[in-house]
């Protein structure tokens, strides 16, 4: 007869010999490898890394905060900075402006001058079309001469400046004329107009049909009819009034 401790549940795995067991767990078990402990060097450099770590990342993270935060204002910039190029780019290719022109050279007895205008239209390799001309001369006898005009064309290879619109001319003896045209020949000096006009200075003043000043050789001729008054004129009421012809 069977006793009672015959019939309790058995596992199979108690039934294994001591061989067995201890090859499964021989494969079951990970291969131990020991760890070597960092040499001297090794922590020295770890530690340098360490450091440089506290102050490399967050030095970074701020750089991209500040990045992220002044964007904006860089995108605006170069958003205005490509447009100004674009629209400068069709003044030039389109129009063929220039802003604030100025013009230097010297004339037949090397003597300088310069001609500046608001803006400047190059019609071609010779001519260029001027707006609010001023043109700064200077004559053989060291006086100076400036004269200015709402429209002007400029003739490059042969220095002639023809102006339209009210014509001023300024010198520095106290001379100043207006007349609605001039022509400059800024290589000889030369100044004339067929139209009238006003002049007026130490002297008195002037009206004439036309006039040429050529600075060099110091000659002034203006063309009748036309009525000069002297200052001397002025002061007497018998003086009868000058003909200029």
Request: aromatic share 6%.
């Amino acid at each position: 007869m069977t006793s009672p401790e015959d019939k309790r549940p058995q596992r199979a795995d108690f039934a294994r010999s001591e061989e067995t067991t201890r090859r499964q767990r021989e494969r079951l078990a990970p291969s131990a490898q020991l760890r070597k402990l960092p040499d001297a060097a090794k922590l020295a450099r770890r530690r340098t890394m360490l450091r440089w770590a506290k102050w490399v990342l967050p030095a970074t993270a701020l750089l991209l905060l500040a990045t992220i935060a002044v964007w904006p204002e860089v995108d605006r910039l170069l958003s205005a900075n490509q447009t100004t190029i674009k629209e400068l780019a069709k003044v030039k290719i389109e129009s063929g402006n220039l802003i604030g022109a100025t013009y230097r050279g010297v004339d037949e007895h090397n003597r300088p001058f310069m001609i500046t205008a608001d803006s400047a239209h190059q019609v071609n390799d010779n001519r260029m079309d001027l707006i609010r001309t001023k043109a700064d001369l200077l004559t053989q006898g060291g006086s100076w001469l400036w004269v200015e005009s709402e429209k002007g064309v400029y003739m490059q290879h042969a220095q002639i400046l023809d102006l339209t619109g009210e014509v001023t001319l300024y010198r520095d003896d106290g001379l100043m004329m207006h007349s609605p045209v001039a022509d400059i020949d800024v290589k000889r000096g030369i100044i004339a107009s067929d139209s009238w006009v006003r002049a007026e200075g130490p002297f008195g003043s002037l009206d004439a049909k036309g006039y040429l000043l050529a600075q060099h050789e110091g000659i002034a001729q203006f063309r009748g009819p036309g009525q000069l008054i002297l200052n001397d004129d002025r002061h007497s009421d018998s003086a009868p009034k000058g003909k200029a012809s």
